[in-house]
C-alpha cells in the first residue's frame, strides 16, 4: 500500500520508535515568540543547559507589541518585560531574533515562510496553535505546549504519537468574489470544529492547486480550528517559486537540488486515509461567521441556521444570544463597529491587495473604525512600495505597524464590549479580542465591504 504525504515525513523524521508508546521526532524548524519561550527558558536554565542547536530556532516579538509607536519603549509594563527577556534569553543562546524595527519583523507565522526559514518537507514547531500555517509548504507543522518547546530547546526531538489522516478534497473552479478564507470557513461550517479532531488534514483538488501560496496558508493556518492537529498541501512549482531567492533559502545550485527532492514529497495514488471529504467548489460563497466558533458560518447572504454543525442546542442559544442574533435572521446589512485586516490569517500582502482593490476608490465608512495591519515589516514595505498605502489612506484608511493586533487581545488593539468587529483572524471565541466584544470572521473582501458602508455585504468584485 503505498504512503502519503505526512507518512513519507513523519518517517524520514523518525529517530525511534517506541513499541506501544510514541516516536521520537526531529524536528527542522523551531519558531519561537515572546509569550510562550519564557518558561521554557527558565526550565532550561534550573537545569544548567542550553538550546542544544540554535541556529535551528528562529525569534520574533509579535503577539504582546503594539502596532503603533514601535519606536518608542513599549509602555504596558507586562508586555516590555515579555519582549525584553526574549531579547535576553535569545543573545544568551545564540538564536537568531527579529526584534520591532528589524526588516525581518512580524507575525511569526508570517515571516517563517517570507524569509525562507520554513521550506519544504519538514518538521515544524512552534508554541503557538496556529503552527498548521506552514503545512501549506509540504511540512508537518503543529503547534505545542510549553513543555515541549522545552523539550525542542533542549533535544531538538519531540515525543510524538502518530496521528490519523484526513484528505479533504474540493474540486471545480471557485466563483468570483470566493477567497482561501472563504473556503476554510465553509469547509469548518460543513464538518464543525470536531470534525478532523485529533488529525492531519491534506487539502488536495483544482481549488488548492489552483489557490496561491498565500491563499493555501491561510487554509492550513485555520485546519485546527476543526480540530485537526495541522493542515498540509503537497508542494509544487508554484512552491518552489515563492521559496527561491528568499532570505535563509538554499541557493543556487543548492536550491535545485532542494527542488528535486521536494518534487518527490506527494502522496501515492494508491495511499489510504482514515477520513476522506470532498466539496464542490461551485458551492462556495463567501462567508461570514454568525456565532462564537469557527463552524458557526454562513454565506454572507445567508440566515442563521436552526443549528450547528457539532453544537449542541444549549451551546447554540448560547452562542446566539453574545452575539445578539437570532435563528432566521439575515447577516446581510448587519451594522458593524470595527474592521480588522491582518493577523497570521489574513495579514499578507495579497491580502492588503484584495482589500484595496475590493475598496475601488470609495471612502471609509465615518462610522466604522478600521485597523489595517501588516503581518510583518515586509508587507508594510510592500504596501507603501506598491501605493497601497497612500491610495488607502487618501481614503480615510490607516496603516498600522506589524503585529498580532486584534486577532487576540493581548496588545492595546482591542475591540470594546458589546461592539462588532469583522474580522480576517481566525477565532471568533467568546472575548477573544476583547472582553464582551462580538467577532464576525471573514475575508478580506468581505472585510473591504464592512469598512467602506459599515455593515456586513457581499464584495463587489
Request: with cysteine; charged share 25%; aromatic share 8%.
Amino acid at each position: 500500500m503505498g504512503r502519503t504525504l505526512f507518512d513519507k515525513i513523519w518517517d524520514n523524521h523518525t529517530v525511534r520508535h517506541i513499541p506501544d508508546g510514541p516516536d521520537v521526532l526531529y524536528i527542522d524548524r523551531h519558531l519561537i515568540h515572546e509569550v510562550t519561550s519564557p518558561q521554557a527558558f527558565s526550565a532550561l536554565r534550573e537545569k544548567g543547559l542550553k538550546v542544544f542547536r540554535p541556529e535551528r530556532t528562529f525569534a520574533t516579538c509579535d503577539h504582546n507589541v503594539p502596532t503603533l509607536g514601535q519606536d518608542r519603549p513599549i509602555e504596558d509594563p507586562s508586555s516590555a518585560a515579555a519582549v525584553a527577556e526574549l531579547a535576553r534569553n535569545t543573545a544568551d543562546n545564540g538564536i537568531r531574533y527579529f526584534p520591532l524595527g528589524d526588516p525581518g519583523n512580524g507575525i511569526v507565522h508570517v515571516i517563517g515562510p517570507e524569509q525562507g526559514i520554513v521550506l519544504c518537507g519538514q518538521t515544524v514547531v512552534c508554541g503557538d496553535s496556529h503552527t498548521a500555517t506552514h503545512g501549506a509548504f509540504g511540512n508537518i507543522a503543529f503547534g505545542i505546549g510549553t513543555s515541549e518547546v522545552e523539550m525542542v530547546f533542549a533535544s531538538q526531538c519531540l515525543m510524538q504519537n502518530k496521528p490519523k489522516q484526513t484528505r479533504i478534497t474540493v474540486d471545480g473552479k471557485l466563483a468570483a468574489g470566493v477567497t482561501p478564507k472563504d473556503v476554510i470557513l465553509y469547509i469548518i461550517s460543513r464538518l464543525g470544529t470536531d470534525g478532523c479532531t485529533g488529525t492531519f488534514v491534506e487539502y488536495a483538488g483544482d481549488v488548492f492547486r489552483d489557490m496561491s501560496m498565500e491563499g493555501r496558508m491561510t487554509v492550513c493556518n485555520m485546519s485546527i480550528e476543526m480540530g485537526a492537529r495541522g493542515g498540509i498541501v503537497a508542494p509544487d512549482a508554484k512552491t518552489f517559486e515563492y521559496i527561491k531567492g528568499r532570505r535563509f533559502a538554499p541557493k543556487d545550485r543548492d536550491f535545485e537540488k532542494a527542488v528535486e527532492r521536494w518534487s518527490c514529497l506527494k502522496t501515492d495514488a494508491d495511499a489510504v486515509f482514515d477520513r476522506e471529504y470532498r466539496f464542490d467548489a461551485s458551492d462556495i460563497r463567501p462567508m461570514v461567521t454568525y456565532g462564537t466558533n469557527p463552524g458557526m458560518g454562513i454565506p454572507v447572504d445567508g440566515t442563521i441556521p436552526e443549528t450547528a454543525t457539532g453544537c449542541d442546542d444549549i451551546t447554540f442559544a448560547k452562542a446566539l444570544s453574545y452575539m445578539g442574533f437570532e435563528k432566521g435572521e439575515r447577516m446581510l446589512g448587519k451594522k458593524v463597529d470595527y474592521v480588522f485586516v491582518g493577523s497570521c490569517t489574513n495579514g499578507r500582502i495579497e491580502d492588503f491587495r484584495a482589500f484595496a482593490k475590493a475598496v475601488d476608490g470609495r471612502r471609509k465608512s465615518d462610522e466604522v473604525t478600521v485597523w489595517l495591519v501588516p503581518g510583518s515589516k515586509e508587507v508594510e514595505s510592500k504596501i507603501e512600495a506598491e501605493g497601497i498605502g497612500d491610495e488607502l489612506r487618501a481614503l480615510g484608511f490607516e496603516i498600522r505597524q506589524p503585529g498580532c493586533s486584534a486577532c487576540l487581545a493581548m496588545n492595546p488593539d482591542r475591540i470594546p464590549e458589546g461592539k462588532y468587529a469583522v474580522s480576517t483572524s481566525n477565532r471568533n471565541f467568546e472575548g477573544r479580542q476583547g472582553y464582551g466584544s462580538r467577532t464576525i470572521l471573514a475575508g478580506p473582501l468581505v472585510a473591504a465591504e464592512a469598512a467602506v458602508t459599515g455593515e456586513i455585504g457581499m464584495p463587489k468584485i
